[in-house]
């Protein structure tokens, strides 16, 4: 693959062979930054996974970096009054989800409660393929649908290893003080060990490699 001139200049002053911290990785990655725009920083970790695992899970960065929200609540009742006192954008039965079944998708997420699944369950077609389709694993089915609207309004995000298990992830923005980017990295990293598998032998984080949208990846030295 052929980069540009500021790439190349950039590349020069990483040092290929060597595993950063994390620390000099997130140092590093901002002042080889070169695009007009605020880059994201981006996280890769390949796993020891099998075929056979499933790594998913979600969590809150403690550092947050993109914009809020907007939650969608299928709840009737008090779990409906309950998710609009927790500052949902959107809340509804099932006249929301005959909304969403006509194409309106004004909204980044959806919490359900389990009562609403049957019919939330009509818009596996629409929600599925945009990975939006609320989900246990996800703490997304749930009766506490403060919580939950707490926790997606503060940004909590998913990570999901993919069929070669790797995990990709953006942890931040260039124009971030370098040690949040550190807090950020290392939060979605002890959680991954938390998720490895009991019956996984040696090590369970083969690598982990650092970028910005546009530079070059820097490898970390990451145990787990």
């Not at 500021?6 to 002053?13: D, V």
């Not at 060990?193 to 090590?203: F, M, T, V, W």
Request: with cysteine.
């Amino acid at each position: 693959m052929k980069h540009g001139a500021k790439y190349r200049e950039a590349l020069k002053k990483v040092d290929l062979a060597k595993q950063y911290d994390v620390q000099e990785g997130a140092d590093l990655i901002k002042s080889i930054a070169f695009a007009k725009f605020d880059e994201s920083v981006e996280l890769a970790v390949q796993l020891n996974v099998k075929k056979s695992h499933s790594i998913r899970d979600t969590f809150v960065l403690p550092h947050q970096f993109a914009a809020e929200k907007k939650v969608l609540v299928f709840a009737k009742g008090e779990k409906a009054q309950e998710a609009e006192e927790a500052g949902a954008t959107f809340v509804g039965g099932e006249e929301l989800v005959e909304k969403v079944k006509g194409g309106w998708m004004e909204f980044d997420v959806c919490v359900a409660t389990p009562d609403m699944m049957r019919e939330v369950g009509k818009l596996g077609p629409v929600l599925g393929r945009r990975g939006l389709m609320p989900n246990p694993k996800t703490r997304t089915v749930t009766m506490d649908v403060k919580g939950a609207v707490a926790e997606l309004k503060q940004g909590r995000i998913e990570f999901r290893a993919d069929k070669s298990g790797v995990v990709h992830l953006s942890v931040g923005k260039v124009s971030m003080n370098p040690e949040h980017v550190k807090a950020n990295v290392e939060t979605l990293i002890n959680e991954l060990i938390r998720k490895r598998p009991s019956d996984i032998k040696g090590d369970f984080i083969k690598s982990a490699s650092l970028s910005s949208t546009m530079g070059p990846g820097l490898k970390l030295q990451v145990k787990g």
